[in-house]
């Protein structure tokens, strides 16, 4: 029994030595990604029911994202219409002085609109003579 102790001495040092041994670093991995120089404005908006309407308008690819509902629509912008409007053959949205619109064209159906508060103006002053 003692000529064992040694051995089961020097066999757990052996494992443990080699059990120990940490991988060496591993090389870092530069991963170079592509800056992307879009034109990107996003904005939401919330009408008079509570509904938001997410919009992010890239005008480097003049198109627009609109997330609504759970649902995304994409749309290219159009030229045509006034100020910014977008479409497809199925939706468009329009920003026309802050009134955001977006709508069902083939049924003409207003799926959100949102209207700007008018800014109460400040107190007239009026010169008394």
Known sequence: MKKLVPFIILGLAAISVTACKHPGKEPEVVVNTPTTTDDIVKD??????GDKIEVSINHTMNTATVHLDGKTYELTKSDDLPDYTASNSEYQYSNIRGNITFLKRNVDMVLFHHKVDKKESGATKM???
Do not use: K
Not at 44 to 49: E, K
């Open 44 to 49: 939401i908006y919330t009408d008079n029911f």
């Open 127 to 129: 010169a008394s003579y």
